[in-house]
């Protein structure tokens, strides 16, 4: 019996199931890659712009900075990064013009979208009043606050306080912002900072890049965790 050429047959036999092995779990990978991309691709995120054209919104200093213009620019640079991560992306406006909210709205049904985001800067008589502040229908669900909340916590450490928190239904009164009541998935609309405060409105233009990827993260981590 010559026991070189047996150990060598058995040697080439666990190379031979080691290669095919390595092969196999390539493949998995690739498929699940693939799976993972194709997935993302469904997930339809509607970025909604607060504000345009005749409707400035709020104002700072004699009008030198307009909340329609902050709103659209972070609304561009949030739109990137999603894409980025393999999201589809619906805007509600994409250059300065005047946008009915009842349009906005339509624009994310008929597109089936499976996130709302509406982008607005906040605003006080008081200069001192400062932070993030999210709102969100009177009837959200848990996954909606848990988005909220990731939102949060991404953007804290990021220059803006976050201590205004989540709030459900409406600022004055009772009932829910309309495009909270009237879009048929989950929403929030997101007051990243607020324009009569000097010091947001440094934190946002030297950080509104990171606040983008911030918010897309948070948004793509909660459709992953579903």
């Known amino acids: 019996m010559d026991i070189g050429k047996i150990i060598t047959t058995v040697k080439k036999n666990k190379n031979k199931w080691f290669l095919r092995g390595f092969v196999i779990v390539l493949f998995v990978c690739v498929v699940l890659s693939l799976y993972s991309d194709f997935k993302k691709d469904d997930f339809v995120v509607c970025i909604d712009a607060g504000h345009g054209g005749s409707s400035i919104g709020a104002v700072y200093g004699n009008d030198e900075r307009l909340e329609k213009d902050d709103n659209l620019k972070l609304s561009l640079l949030v739109k990137d990064e999603l894409e980025k991560q393999g ?3 619906i805007l509600t406006r994409q250059s300065d013009k005047d946008v009915s909210l009842e349009k906005r709205c339509r624009i994310a049904n008929f597109g089936r979208a499976d996130y709302f985001l509406c982008i607005h800067r906040n605003s006080s008589e008081n200069s001192d009043a400062n932070g993030i502040e999210i709102w969100v229908s009177n009837t959200a669900t848990d996954d909606e606050l848990n988005t909220a ?3 949060l916590e991404n953007l804290s450490g990021k220059g ?3 201590e205004r928190g ?3 239904g409406f600022r004055s009164g009772s009932g ?3 495009i909270n009541s009237k879009t048929n998935m989950p929403s929030c609309l997101l007051e990243i900072g607020f324009i009569s405060n000097h ?3 440094v934190a946002f233009d ?3 890049e990171e606040y983008a990827k911030a918010i897309a993260d948070a948004i793509i981590d909660s459709y992953e965790q579903k």
């Open 149 to 151: 909340q990731k939102l």
């Open 87 to 89: 999201a589809s992306v």
């Open 166 to 168: 989540i709030k459900k």
């Open 199 to 201: 010091e947001d409105n």
């Open 160 to 162: 803006l306080s976050v």
């Open 176 to 178: 829910d912002y309309y």
């Open 206 to 208: 030297d950080n509104i």
